[in-house]
């Protein structure tokens, strides 16, 4: 038999000589003597859902993913080996006893896009400095 929890609207069920009516509100308990009752809906009895676990996954591991996918990201950027290190460094951090990293205290993490702006700022810094160069030598 169904759940009763689980009928849709004006849907129907039967079990034992009771006939049930999912109505808006409840249902209709209907019995062989044709005595109808209404029963409002209420989530007192309904049934529980298992709570799944989350799965703990170590912050060695959380490590290793994240490095991972700075590497295949950071190559698909043309990032160089030490620029991916002081991404990964720099994201990475977190205190001695905390559990998460710093990209895990971000509301929103979108890594390609973190490496794209990451890359930008090194080539904005780059041309920065290159540009101020020249004029310390004039003067």
């Known amino acids: 038999m169904k759940e009763l929890y689980e009928l849709k609207l004006h849907e ?3 079990e034992s000589g009771v006939h049930v ?3 808006p509100g409840g249902w209709i308990y209907t019995t062989n003597t044709y005595r109808s009752t209404f029963v409002p809906f209420s989530n007192e009895f309904k049934p529980k859902e298992p709570v799944q676990k989350r799965i703990e996954i170590s912050k060695e591991d959380r490590m290793s993913n994240f ?3 700075v590497a295949v990201h ?3 950027q ?3 080996k030490d620029e991916m290190r002081k991404f990964y460094d720099y ?3 977190s205190g001695e006893n905390e559990k998460k990293m710093r990209f895990e205290k971000e509301k929103t993490f979108d890594i390609k896009k973190r490496i794209v702006r990451w890359m930008q700022n090194v080539n904005n810094n780059n041309n920065a400095s290159q540009s101020e160069q020249p004029r310390n030598l004039m003067r």
């Open 12 to 14: 129907t069920c039967q």
């Open 21 to 23: 009516l999912r109505v």
């Open 67 to 69: 490095y991972n996918a």
């Open 74 to 76: 950071g190559k698909s």
């Open 78 to 80: 043309n990032m160089s």
């Open 91 to 93: 994201w990475s951090e």
